[in-house]
């Protein structure tokens, strides 16, 4: 998620609302190609890769690992400040090597190089995350307009309901999973044309920057830490396989490509709506909820039958993994003192690991059982957990 903005300590700057709009539709635009095509675009395209390949479930949970083991070494690297004052240039890198890898995807079979093409996505999408994000979140808080943010992380759900809407098209003019990836990267370069217009040139400074003390480890900081990487673990089983769980039980094409339409449709506002909720019962309160509603929808998806599962499962996780994402690192800040965006990358890593051991764990527990039930209900209760683990927090 983003890299920390610390408030301003200084007057809010003037803009008008014509900015605050175009700001936060860069955001989007960044947010949907990294995210909606570069990360999750996967999750459609998954099952006809599996049967066209072939490979088997065990194999697309590597690929997926590499992804996020790139992910985590992408948000590693960014946290070391040699991107700083060029972190526009580094975003649109990002946004190109994405639209790229995306294509590169459709010029092999070798699971090895998959994995490999898929970890430097994974990189690629780290950086956007993270540096568009600092461009445009700081232009919203030195501004005191908070609807940015809104705005910026919509841009994932509005990228997954493009990737549904994408592959379903190439599907219906007799398209393959091939010709669907050579179309997400042609979307992508699209994206990545308006970005390149639309995008902050720098990051809005509110004050000198400093260097932060090391980071306490109190025990409220690391209960949040571990229930972090705990929910890394429960949202990617389901992001991941949720078409081939629908495949896998005899779902149809229009079926795989609905459920995760849903998911996207019901992503793009969670972040606003689940900032209603915030507002009445807290951050805390809020990141509970939002994991045992996730754990419902992707116990759901596995447990219902066609096509109320999928489609309960989509749109529960689509509700909740962006806001969670976002407000636990929120939370993070109130325990990390004077030290931010060390706890930022700590929590980062935490729950970059929860995203690169689900897809394994999943997997293989589905290909040695022949569903993706156990697997789901592994990550049903990692969610549960997470949720019991932040509990104390609440009384703090």
């Given at each position: 998620?983003p890299?920390?903005t610390s408030p ?6 003037s803009?008008s609302?014509?900015d605050?709009?175009v700001?936060?539709l860069?955001?989007a ?14 999750t459609p395209?998954l ?12 194999e697309a ?9 790139g992910?985590?070494l ?10 700083e004052g060029?972190?526009r240039?580094v975003?649109?890198?990002g946004?190109l090597?994405?639209?790229?890898l995306?294509?590169?995807m459709?010029l092999t079979?070798d ?7 898929r970890?430097?996505a ?5 950086f956007?995350?993270i540096?568009?994000?600092s461009?445009?979140?700081s232009?919203?808080l030195?501004r005191?307009r908070t609807?940015?943010q ?5 841009g ?6 493009i990737?549904?809407?994408?592959f379903a ?11 669907a990836w050579?179309?997400?990267g ?5 994206g990545l044309a ?14 000198p920057?400093q260097?932060e003390p090391p980071?306490v480890?109190t025990?409220p900081l690391?209960?949040l830490?571990v ?5 890394g673990?429960g949202?990617i089983?389901?992001a ?8 896998e039980a005899g ?8 459920a ?5 449709i019901a992503a793009?506002?969670s972040?606003?709506l689940?900032?209603?909720f915030?507002?009445r019962f ?5 990141f509970?909820?939002?994991c045992?509603?996730?754990a419902a929808g992707v116990a759901?998806?596995?447990?219902l039958p066609l096509?109320?599962?999928p489609m309960?499962?989509g ?6 993994f962006?806001m969670?994402t976002?407000?636990?690192l ?13 706890a930022f990358a700590?929590m980062?890593?935490?729950?970059g ?6 897809p394994?764990?999943?997997g293989n527990l ?10 789901s209900?592994?990550?049903v209760?990692?969610?549960v957990?997470a949720?019991?683990?932040?509990v104390p927090l609440?009384r703090?």
């Amino acid at each position: 998620m983003p890299a920390d903005t610390s408030p301003a300590s200084t007057p809010p700057q003037s803009t008008s609302r014509r900015d605050v709009v175009v700001t936060g539709l860069a955001g989007a635009v960044a947010m949907a190609v990294a995210m909606g095509l570069g990360r999750f675009y996967f999750t459609p395209i998954l099952p006809a890769m599996m049967s066209g390949v072939p490979m088997g479930p065990a194999e697309a949970g590597y690929i997926a690992s590499a992804n996020y083991l790139g992910y985590l070494l992408g948000a590693v690297l960014a946290a070391y400040g040699w991107a700083e004052g060029i972190e526009r240039r580094v975003a649109l890198s990002g946004l190109l090597a994405t639209s790229l890898l995306l294509i590169a995807m459709s010029l092999t079979t070798d699971i090895v190089l998959f994995s490999a093409i898929r970890f430097f996505a994974g990189i690629a999408s780290a950086f956007v995350m993270i540096f568009a994000s600092s461009l445009v979140l700081s232009y919203g808080l030195a501004r005191g307009r908070t609807a940015v943010q809104s705005f910026h992380f919509g841009g994932v759900g509005t990228g997954i309901s493009i990737s549904a809407i994408l592959f379903a098209a190439v599907m219906m003019w007799g398209g393959d999973w091939r010709a669907a990836w050579i179309a997400g990267g042609l979307a992508a370069l699209v994206g990545l044309a308006f970005a390149a217009f639309v995008l902050p040139g720098n990051v809005s400074r509110t004050g000198p920057a400093q260097k932060e003390p090391p980071l306490v480890w109190t025990r409220p900081l690391v209960l949040l830490t571990v229930a972090y990487g705990l929910f890394g673990f429960g949202y990617i089983v389901t992001a991941t396989f949720l078409i081939a769980i629908v495949r896998e039980a005899g779902g149809s094409s229009n079926t795989e490509a609905l459920a995760w339409l849903v998911t996207g449709i019901a992503a793009a506002p969670s972040v606003a709506l689940w900032g209603l909720f915030a507002r009445r019962f807290g951050l805390i309160a809020t990141f509970i909820t939002g994991c045992l509603v996730e754990a419902a929808g992707v116990a759901a998806s596995v447990l219902l039958p066609l096509p109320f599962g999928p489609m309960v499962g989509g749109a529960l996780l689509g509700l909740t993994f962006v806001m969670i994402t976002a407000f636990g690192l929120q939370v993070g800040r109130k325990y990390a003192e004077s030290s931010p965006r060390r706890a930022f990358a700590m929590m980062t890593a935490a729950f970059g690991v929860g995203q690169i051991v689900g897809p394994l764990v999943a997997g293989n527990l589905a290909h040695l059982t022949g569903n993706y039930v156990l697997g789901s209900l592994s990550a049903v209760l990692a969610l549960v957990l997470a949720a019991a683990l932040v509990v104390p927090l609440r009384r703090g």
